[in-house]
């Protein structure tokens, strides 16, 4: 399933914490073309700005052999070079740096940026002159551990956009036949179902004064009024909720699918036949809303969003005295109307929400 490159950045700024609104117009996302060069185009504006306002600094520890004292003398590396004998002696010493992780970073997804197929080439030679620019920091090797080692603060709050980019950019980068250059591929069905999730939860966290509800949170759920009574071990599997909306009268569980239709089809024969809507789905939602039932006093309805497809889904139903619904976002349309459907989606359940 494909997201245009104008709403891929509209869900991506509600994963990012990003306002799209403000940087829209400087990212001008409608003439990116793919994915590449629309995560090429944020890097470079937003590295551009950090560079503009002043490259972040921090201590680092540096060991030297000199001529008098700076910070503290090591004496053990001093006798060890028979320092004493020349009079040179090895101090350890802070001094401050470039080359801190968040720096270093972007420095490295730069430099790997200018050696990718595909890549514009106005964009490549912006990427090339702030390799440049950065040419004080250190570049390194890049993994998946490292970008959780970045500790945003206020000093670096400007730097959250441009580390999410080059986390992302990571992902999807991939060593080419030819050496030194890397292949962009495309984003897996997986990776848009991650950011289709983030976006439901942020979106609502972010619009939570537009709707009855005060709290959200992912929720944890156990399986009520089950013990386990033997066997080689419980399996029975963990239960969390994409979103949990809630009042002090109510509560909304939200579960986000990223599937090419919100309805399964049957073969019989040559043909395909359009089913009913994926059971498994529904089965999730339902045994979520019935555990809850047992220890949880609100009145608890259920909500399952998939991505609309071509095909539209707006289908609301009371089981066992729970409402439920199932709806479809069509993310072919403008950022504001996608905003007007993500609101539209709680309407039938404001009533139960006030009562």
């Known amino acids: 399933m494909k997201i245009p490159i104008r709403n891929l950045f509209y869900l ?22 793919d994915a590449l060069n629309l995560l090429t185009r944020i890097l470079t504006i937003s590295t551009d700005r950090i560079i503009r306002r002043g490259l972040d600094r921090g201590y680092k520890d540096v060991s030297e052999e000199m001529y008098g004292v700076r910070g503290r003398i090591d004496i053990a590396n001093t006798i060890k ?32 940026l200018s050696h990718v197929n595909g890549l514009d080439k106005g964009l490549r030679e912006e990427v090339l002159d702030l390799v440049h620019r950065l040419k004080d920091i250190e570049p390194m090797e890049l993994n998946q551990n490292v970008f959780s080692k970045v500790r945003f603060h206020s000093n670096i709050r400007g730097y959250r956009l441009p580390i999410s980019v080059c986390k992302m950019i990571y992902d999807q980068l991939l060593p080419s036949e030819n050496a030194g250059r890397y292949e962009f591929v495309n984003m897996t069905d997986e990776k848009l179902f991650r950011i289709f999730e983030k976006f439901i939860f942020n979106f609502y966290k972010m619009h939570l004064d537009h709707t009855i509800y005060t709290h959200i949170k992912k929720e944890r759920l156990g399986w009520q009024e089950t013990d386990f009574e033997g066997g080689i071990e419980d399996f029975l599997p963990t239960m969390e909720t994409d979103v949990s909306l809630s009042n002090a009268t109510s509560k909304l569980v939200v579960e986000c699918k990223f599937y090419e239709s919100a309805i399964q089809s049957r073969s019989m024969g ?15 939602l339902f045994a979520y809303i019935k555990n809850l039932e047992i220890k949880d006093k609100s009145i608890l309805s259920g909500l399952l969003v998939y991505p609309e497809n071509g095909e539209k889904v707006d289908a609301n139903y009371n089981m066992q ?35």
């Open 12 to 33: 991506l700024s509600y994963v990012w914490d990003v306002d799209w609104e403000m940087e829209w117009s400087a990212i001008e996302a409608n003439k990116s073309g």
């Open 81 to 112: 070079r028979n320092g004493f004998a020349n009079t040179r002696l090895t101090c350890n010493y802070e001094e401050l740096d470039y080359s801190v992780l968040h720096n270093q970073i972007i420095k490295t997804t730069l430099v790997n």
């Open 270 to 284: 040559d043909l395909n036949i359009k089913g009913t809507f994926i059971s498994n789905h529904l089965y999730q």
């Open 321 to 355: 005295g729970h409402k439920v619904s199932i709806k479809t976002i069509n993310l072919d349309l403008t950022p504001q109307e996608i905003n007007d459907q993500m609101l539209a989606c709680l309407i039938p359940f404001q009533k139960l929400a006030i009562n």
